[in-house]
């Protein structure tokens, strides 16, 4: 997967765009600033506006070309944050140590998801704020972006029971259009949720 991933970077477009997914901003403007962990942030994005707004971030991905690119726009936009290299599945935080866990298009197998949220989940503090964004498999209908294999893709049903643990504070499933570089463009099936962690 590292490989395939270092290859859609290794251009210099930023195939996604440079601005923040537009609900992960509109998330974050909401919360005071602390400490943030952005698994699979691929080119930095969203970790270079978090950074902008004062949070402290750990950003987290499998390519080396992601990593290149997130930090050279990152110098370019005068913040700086930590990015990781890591296989996503199997990476430990740090127990209750991030005030906010925001996967932005984190796509996966469903086991390998499963271990990558349960893992993830040991490194929010309580009281920190779970966040995701991504394709339903409805988006198997559209031609903007995602996996092609319903397994790697999500529903508002199975992330309520993905985080179990937590008290849902928004879970809902949505039609939006997708104006994020090359690879995010058009009509797009996805689902937003946020989960408190019980103090």
């Not at 031609?143 to 993905?162: H, I, Q, V």
């Not at 809902?172 to 408190?196: K, M, N, P, R, Y």
């Amino acid at each position: 997967m590292k490989e395939m991933w270092n290859q859609r970077y290794q251009g210099e477009e930023y195939v996604y765009g440079c601005a923040p997914n537009t609900h992960f901003k509109a998330f974050l403007d909401g919360l005071k600033p602390g400490r943030l962990l952005l698994p699979g942030e691929g080119e930095g994005r969203n970790a270079v506006y978090a950074a902008t707004m004062g949070w402290q971030v750990t950003a987290m991905d499998y390519s080396e070309e992601a990593q290149k690119k997130a930090l050279a726009l990152a110098e370019k936009n005068q913040v700086s944050f930590d990015y990781q290299l890591s296989p996503i599945e199997s990476f430990q935080p740090e127990a209750s140590t991030y005030d906010v866990i925001a996967c932005v298009f984190l796509h996966l197998p469903a086991e390998a998801r499963h271990q990558a949220y349960e893992n993830l989940l040991k490194g929010l503090k309580p009281g920190g704020h779970f966040f995701v964004t991504g394709f339903t498999k409805q988006q198997l209908q559209y031609s903007s972006g995602g996996p092609k294999n319903a397994d790697w893709l999500f529903s508002a049903d199975e992330l309520e029971k993905e985080f179990g643990g937590l008290t849902i504070l928004h879970n809902q499933e949505q039609i939006i259009t997708l104006d994020e570089g090359d690879f995010h463009a058009g009509e797009a099936s996805i689902v937003e949720f946020v989960g408190l962690k019980p103090e």
